[in-house]
Nanobody, 124 residues
Framework: QVQLVESGGELVRPGESLRLSCAVS????????MGWFRQAPGKEREYVSA??????YYSDSVKGRFAISKDSAKNTVYLQMNSLKPDDTAVYFC???????????????????WGQGTQVTVSS
């Protein structure tokens, strides 16, 4: 049984940083792709970032500010978020996709297992 548990979300001020973690069990993070998505109130789930093999992928809205990484020994994926903006406020979800190919990393339906999410709020 695959389980993904996100943590690290909190209330921060604009310009500050946060690191989200996604602890994974029942699935190896080095297999396929691991993705981060977010969903703000009243909006659809939005792709943020993914990592497949050693290659990171980012949405245009976070490129240059966020960095995804994974620790295979801990079977954990991270999302380092810098220069946070109020528009980054959302629930952030981690997802596992063992069969995801590079052209699919931004497609929520390509991932087969999701965490419950962690709330990130950016406000002054």
């Amino acid at each position: 049984q695959v389980q993904l548990v996100e943590s690290g979300g909190e209330l921060v001020r604009p310009g500050e940083s946060l690191r989200l973690s996604c602890a994974v069990s029942g699935h190896t993070v080095s297999r396929g792709a691991m993705g981060w998505f977010r969903q703000a109130p009243g909006k659809e789930r939005e792709y943020v970032s993914a990592v497949k093999g050693g290659t990171p992928y980012y949405s245009d809205s976070v490129k240059g500010r966020f960095a995804i990484s994974k620790d295979s020994a801990k079977n954990t994926v991270y999302l380092q978020m810098n220069s946070l903006k109020p528009d980054d406020t959302a629930v952030y979800f981690c997802a596992a996709g063992p069969t995801v190919i590079p052209s699919q990393v931004s497609t929520p339906g390509a991932y087969y297992s999701w965490g419950q999410g962690t709330q990130v709020t950016v406000s002054s």
